[in-house]
């Protein structure tokens, strides 16, 4: 395989990821208040929305940084398994929007909490095995995963943990990108 050029691989998946942003916004619509009532109880039923929409942003956010830091030190990507990771991984981003819109429109549910979960248990673990091939074919030996773990178990019993109670599934949906923001030792990755 011709090694590909990191620009091309990084200006895709930086497309990739503007887009998912973008279709997130775009799925915000204007709600009806009261002109004439000012009653702060009239945004109450914004909140589970707006708090989907503000998870979904920065999950897709911290993947993309994360991203940005992978590929940073690449000169190019000699592995064809790397590019089709990247495009697995892509494939959750660009659900995202589609699983945020769902669960936004059918608060309180199960069904579509468990979908959400799923798609971020897919974008997590799929970025996992992707930073594991590039430091692999970079020819790092021991590459560490501990940290790139957390998000994938969190996910996955955010998957099942609607059936026993929706607010326990939003609280394991906060955490993975809450830990994103714990300081990191410098020996801990990406």
């Known amino acids: 395989m011709q090694p590909t050029n990191k620009i091309r691989f990084e200006a895709f998946s930086d497309g990739v990821f503007a887009i998912a942003m973008t279709l997130l916004a775009l799925e915000l619509r204007v709600p009806g208040l009261h002109v004439h009532n000012y009653d702060i109880s009239q945004f109450k039923p914004l909140v589970p929305q707006m708090m989907t929409f503000i998870l979904s942003f920065v999950t897709i956010a911290i993947f993309w940084v994360n991203h940005h830091q992978l590929t940073q030190n690449l000169a190019s990507i000699s592995r064809r398994r790397i590019l089709w990771l990247n495009i697995?991984?892509?494939?959750?981003?660009?659900?995202t929007p589609f699983v945020t819109q769902t669960l936004s429109?059918?608060?309180p549910s199960a069904p579509a909490m468990s979908i959400y979960a799923l798609v971020l248990f897919g974008a997590s673990a799929s970025f996992s095995l992707l930073r594991y091939w590039i430091h692999r074919c970079s020819g790092q030996?021991?590459?560490p995963m501990d940290r790139s773990l957390i998000g994938p178990l969190i996910y996955i019993l955010?998957?099942?943990a609607p059936i026993v109670s929706i607010p326990l599934g939003y609280v394991l949906l906060a955490l993975p990108p809450l830990y994103y923001f714990l300081p990191k030792g410098s020996s801990q990755p990406l």
């Open 105 to 107: 429109l059918n608060i």
């Open 141 to 143: 030996i021991v590459i």
């Open 158 to 160: 955010a998957i099942f």
């Open 88 to 95: 697995f991984f892509l494939l959750f981003v660009v659900l």
